[in-house]
Every structure is written in structure tokens, then in C-alpha cells.
């Protein structure tokens, strides 16, 4: 399959915009892609290994969060995966200057996160 | 400073798509490619504001919209350079919502002040640093056309 690196990404993987990886699962195809740019993977993952809340997956059109499967979703080689930071913001001062505040973006992200159900 | 260049036709295009959805805030995406000085804008996309909740002094992309305007930048050989938005009734300045809301590194971030229905003062910050923790914004110079002018500090 073939991941699509976004902009702010591209410094942390040789420049490139994709990369092509042999995977069975969505799991399989992000470690591909860290093992191959070990750079990426602080911009991807928190310290505990959760994909970080801003960042989101699409697998083709599908937002990873709402799949059954979630990241241990199967894939194909003809299957895509965007990585999309999170846009938003606003003249509102209701956030916190924080790296990382909550927002109401992360508490959606959290409530249906990519982590399957216990 | 960077500076963020663009074309007359797609500056004056964001500024009056913040005119078109006042009192609420537009928002969009600017396709273009990286130089030595910053980002040169060769198009400018508009997309929906989903926070329709609070569109006043809100605004959020739909990933799934973001996806769509990535592939399209792809297909035309171009990268996303940055975001606009407006701020209606309110300063061309980064606010706090903004700040911790920005995530895309190294990509410019334009506001545009609509000021009773019409577009005022336009910036751009420049989302520098090399981790979401060293994450800054940096006022950086807008181009249009090939005249360079300083961004105003409203």
C-alpha cells in the first residue's frame, strides 16, 4: 500500500511525499513506515505509543477512528493511507497556550480513538 | 523572516471569501511549493467550516475535506503550503484557539481581519519549530504578486 506523507512530515522521511510498504494490517503498514524513517515516529505516536490525537488516518476515504477494525484493520497493496494533522482554530481565546491542550478535537479524538474496545 | 509569496488574484480571493461568510469565519487551504524563502501560493482552495456551533469565532476543516484537497494537490504537482481563515470583527493576530490548535509545521497560517463585513488587515504565520512541543508562530512577510510588502501588525 501506499502512505501519504503530509508537508510537515516530508523533512522527517528523505522529503518524500509517500512511501510504498508491504503490509497486512494498518499497525504493519506504520511500522513499516517509522522503521524505515525512525525520525517520524515522535511525530506520529505519544510517549505511551497511541497515535497522537491531532493526527488522523484515512484509510482510502474512511477515518480509521470509525473502522470496526480500527488500526488493525487489513489493507491491500492497492489500499492508501493519509496521514492528516488536524486544522482548526479561531479568533475564540477559550484554549490554553499549551503544546498539546485539550481541545474540543482531542476529546473527540479520545472518545472514539483508535484504540479497539476492551 | 520568511516570507509567504502569493498571487494578487488568490489574496484578494481569501479576503473576499471572509467578506462572503461573515460574521462567520471562512477557512481553506493554499497549494503551492516550498522555496528558500517560504511557501510561493499558486492556488488557493476553499473549504467548509464544520464548527457551525460556534462559526462566529470557530473554525475547523473536515479531515475527510483535507484528504480530498491533498490528492488534488498531488495530482497538480503542488504541496499544501497553509491555511487561511478570517477573523470576523477581530485582529489579524494568532489567538490562543489558533495557537494550540495548529499542528501542520512549516506551513504558513493566514488571517485575515473582516472588520464590520469588510476585509481588513492579512498576515501570515509561519508554524515554526521542529516538534509540536517547540511549536512557535513567526510573523512572516507577504509577497503578492511580485511586490513584497510588509504584513501589518493590527
Redesign the interface.
Known amino acids: 500500500m501506499i502512505i501519504?506523507i503530509?508537508?510537515?512530515l516530508?523533512?522527517y522521511a528523505d522529503g518524500r511525499?509517500e512511501f510504498e510498504v508491504d503490509a497486512a494490517t494498518i499497525t504493519e503498514a506504520l511500522a513499516g513506515l517509522t522503521q524505515a524513517h525512525p525520525d517520524l515516529r515522535?511525530?506520529l505516536f505519544t510517549a505511551e505509543g497511541g497515535v497522537?490525537a491531532?493526527?488522523?488516518l484515512?484509510l482510502n476515504?474512511a477515518?480509521v477512528r470509525y473502522l470496526p477494525e480500527k488500526l488493525a484493520s487489513k489493507v491491500s497493496s492497492t489500499d492508501t493511507l493519509?496521514i492528516?494533522?488536524?486544522?482548526?482554530?479561531?479568533?475564540?481565546?477559550?484554549?490554553?497556550?499549551?503544546?498539546?491542550?485539550a481541545?474540543p478535537?482531542d476529546i473527540e479524538a479520545n472518545e472514539h480513538g483508535y484504540q479497539n474496545e476492551k | 523572516m520568511s516570507r509567504l509569496q502569493i498571487p494578487q488574484a488568490e489574496y484578494e480571493a481569501i479576503r473576499a471569501h471572509g467578506e462572503e461568510t461573515y460574521p462567520h469565519?471562512c477557512?481553506g487551504?493554499l497549494l503551492g511549493r516550498p522555496t528558500a524563502e517560504g511557501w510561493k501560493v499558486e492556488a488557493a482552495v476553499r473549504a467548509g467550516n464544520t464548527?457551525t456551533d460556534?462559526a462566529h469565532?470557530?473554525?475547523?476543516?473536515a479531515?475527510?475535506e483535507?484528504?480530498k484537497i491533498?490528492r488534488e494537490a498531488?495530482r497538480l504537482g503542488l504541496?499544501?503550503?497553509g491555511?487561511y481563515?478570517s477573523?470576523?470583527d477581530?485582529p489579524a493576530q494568532?489567538?490562543?484557539?489558533?495557537?494550540?490548535?495548529?499542528?501542520?509545521?512549516?506551513?504558513s497560517?493566514v488571517i485575515t481581519e473582516v472588520a464590520h463585513g469588510r476585509a481588513a488587515v492579512t498576515n501570515s504565520f509561519l508554524l515554526a519549530g521542529a516538534?509540536?512541543?517547540?511549536?512557535r508562530f513567526e510573523q512572516e512577510t507577504i509577497a503578492v504578486d511580485e511586490e513584497s510588502i510588509d504584513t501589518e501588525l493590527s
Not at chain 1, 84 to 101: D, F, K, T
Not at chain 2, 94 to 107: P, R, V
Open positions: 501519504y503530509p508537508t510537515p516530508r523533512p511525499d515522535k511525530h497522537r491531532f493526527v488522523n484515512y476515504d477515518d493519509s492528516i494533522p488536524s486544522i482548526a482554530g479561531g479568533c475564540s481565546p477559550g484554549l490554553a497556550v499549551q503544546a498539546g491542550a481541545s478535537h | 469565519e477557512c487551504a464548527r460556534s469565532n470557530r473554525y475547523n476543516i479531515p475527510v483535507l484528504v491533498e498531488r504541496g499544501i503550503a491555511f481563515h477573523h470576523p477581530h494568532w489567538s490562543t484557539t489558533d495557537f494550540a490548535e495548529a499542528h501542520w509545521l512549516g506551513c497560517y516538534t509540536e512541543e517547540e511549536k
